[in-house]
């Protein structure tokens, strides 16, 4: 099973709706982030959470809100969707007590906004 | 990434070594990381250095000099299945938006001839 999971894994949907998309993981960490991705733009953090009620602005935050309802799931949502907001979007979570604490990353959600 | 720079695309063949560069430039420098995204996938964890020098790990390694704001992927004994973006990442506790989340660089794109 995997470890961190994205629901939907694709979705197309349309100017001005409002669109939910979900993360949950399973391997105990308390922190978890959001980030989309775009060809030639790399990847851009959008919202954090280093735990359940604790929530941080990213880089490119507007348009987007998130909402964490348990260790296990933090959700990130399009109050309006646009067409810019087209992208893949990528939960990942990381635990401070690693060495590292290297991000582990769920499959992506694509998006097409319409 | 903004302050991350990299290559967008390089091209080796099957069975030689491989260099990939990545320059950085933060005020509160606290790790770098490597990451290998196949298309369509999501990224995974390479490698981590926060102290000079170098850091090896099977086929891969990875150097950092904090001093000039240098990093690079060495990949050696070259196989297709390594065709993949490549990035990296840098956590900059300097900054703001990110805190202690990562700072990515746009990619770079290494395809592996026959």
């Known amino acids: 099973d995997a470890d961190v999971t994205q629901t939907p894994r694709n979705r197309i949907t349309k100017t001005g709706k409002r669109i939910m998309l979900e993360c949950s993981q399973t391997?105990?960490?308390?922190?978890m982030y959001w980030y989309r991705q775009d060809p030639g733009l790399g990847l851009r953090l959008i919202y954090y959470?280093?735990?359940?009620?604790?929530?941080n602005k990213g880089e490119i935050s507007d348009g987007y809100s998130v909402s964490r309802q348990a260790q296990a799931k933090f959700s990130l949502s399009l109050e309006s969707a646009i067409p810019n907001q087209t992208a893949l979007y990528f939960c990942?979570?990381?635990?401070?007590?690693?060495?590292?604490?290297?991000?582990?990353f769920g499959p992506g959600t694509r998006l097409t906004v319409l | 990434g903004q302050n991350i720079d990299q290559p967008t695309e390089m091209t080796a063949t099957e069975g030689a070594i491989v260099q990939i560069n990545c320059t950085y430039q933060?005020?509160?420098?606290?790790?770098l990381f490597w990451y290998q995204q196949h298309a369509g996938e999501a990224p995974t964890f390479l490698s981590y250095?926060?102290?000079?020098g170098l850091e090896e790990k099977g086929r891969f390694s990875s150097f950092l000099s904090r001093s000039k704001g240098y990093s690079y992927l060495l990949l050696k004994e070259l196989q297709m299945k390594d065709s993949a973006s490549y990035l990296c990442?840098?956590?900059?506790?300097?900054?703001?938006?990110?805190?202690?989340?990562?700072?990515f660089g746009k990619g770079t794109s290494l395809l592996v001839t026959p």
């Open positions: 990942a979570t990381s635990d401070l007590e690693t060495r590292a604490d290297e991000q582990f």
């Open positions: 391997k105990g960490h308390d922190r």
């Open positions: 959470s280093f735990d359940v009620k604790d929530i």
């Open positions: 933060t005020s509160g420098f606290n790790g």
């Open positions: 250095n926060v102290l000079d």
């Open positions: 990442a840098v956590r900059d506790l300097s900054n703001s938006n990110s805190g202690y989340a990562l700072n």
